[in-house]
């Protein structure tokens, strides 16, 4: 019996141990965070807006945490392809997916996810806000909100409307002004905006919704011409092209957004240190200057007004979703 008193004893003091140095061993991870590169990914394919300006934030984190952060696309399929990597990944900090308007569609539109949008993510940061753009290729014959609703109406379905994929923002967007307006497009799904730029450009494409940003080069040099603008004022880098509420959808009113978002589960400390570094870098006045510049607004939001802003972005999805009864093809 005495030894067998023993042997309990030692079991029990080994298991604390053991407890007491894992624990130990995962504050140690946490205090040294980051000990190794940070992967940053990018729901779109290389080559596009997202592409630019994910890899200026994988610069300025390098600068900012002092290890390497490294820039990857994970593209195709409205974006779950990253979230479904995301969902799985540990939430140690050294992913995040820097997630779009697609994220709040995917909590309405699919009813087959792997993944729990609402429960499966950490928001981490909201880091800017930007002004959508219509735009078209330039062979395509209508050159303003206007005329692009009568054209449409005049052409049902062959009008061909390019996306980053089923239920990507701009297949949404696409949904919710040619429901307002009565009109019927085909939609075109793409990998990414790389890739339905250049279909735009030699005319295997008509158009698309984008951010401002994303296309105000090609609408400069002509190899795209600007439609309409979504937001509800007149952006300054485009001041003659008008908003979709000046050509008759006077009830849209649409802008997109980027941010980073991480594993559920982050523990506080490191979830800190991220929000703080990034928020850091919106806040810069080069940031906030360049965002300007490009049609956009620096944000940087606290993870708990992410989190707000991303269930307001679901509710909307979901009441276009309901009226326009918006499937995935």
């Not at 993510?121 to 078209?136: H, N």
């Not at 703080?276 to 080069?286: V, Y």
């Amino acid at each position: 019996m005495h030894n067998r008193r023993c042997i309990d004893m030692l079991s029990a003091v080994l298991l604390a141990g053991a407890c007491w140095s894992g624990n130990a061993l995962a504050e140690e991870a946490v205090e040294r965070f980051p000990s190794r590169p940070i992967t940053l990914i990018s729901p779109l394919g290389a080559g596009g807006p997202t592409d630019t300006e994910l890899r200026q934030y994988a610069d300025e984190l390098t600068r900012s945490l002092g290890k390497p952060v490294i820039a990857d696309f994970k593209a195709g399929a409205g974006g779950r392809i990253a979230y479904t990597f995301l969902a799985k990944a540990p939430p140690d900090g050294y992913n995040m997916v820097f997630a779009s308007d697609s994220l709040t569609i995917s909590m309405v539109l699919d009813k087959d996810l792997t993944y729990d949008p609402a429960k499966d993510f950490q928001p981490v940061t909201l880091m800017t806000r930007w002004t959508t753009l219509i735009v078209a290729s330039p062979h395509f014959p209508p050159n303003n909100g206007k005329e692009y609703f009568a054209y449409a109406r005049a052409n049902p379905d062959k009008v061909n409307w390019a996306t980053a994929g089923p239920g990507s923002s701009n297949h949404m967007s696409g949904a919710w002004i040619n429901g307002l307006a009565g009109t019927s497009v085909t939609y075109i799904h793409y990998k990414g905006a790389a890739q339905y730029y250049a279909d735009m450009a030699a005319g295997r494409a008509d158009l698309t919704s984008t951010r401002l940003f994303g296309a105000l080069a090609s609408v400069r040099t002509g190899r795209l011409k600007a439609i309409a603008v979504g937001s509800a004022l007149r952006s300054p880098l485009l001041p003659d092209v008008a908003t979709l509420q000046e050509s008759g959808l006077t009830n849209y009113e649409s802008s997109s957004w980027l941010g980073f978002i991480a594993p559920a589960g982050l523990p506080p400390a490191i979830l800190g240190k991220l929000s703080d570094a990034l928020m850091k870098i919106a806040h810069t006045p080069a940031n906030m200057e360049r965002k300007i510049k490009e049609g956009g607004v620096a944000i940087g939001s606290t993870p708990e007004e992410f989190r707000k802003h991303i269930l307001e972005g679901a509710a909307k999805w979901k009441e276009v979703v309901a009226k326009f009864n918006v499937i995935k093809d």
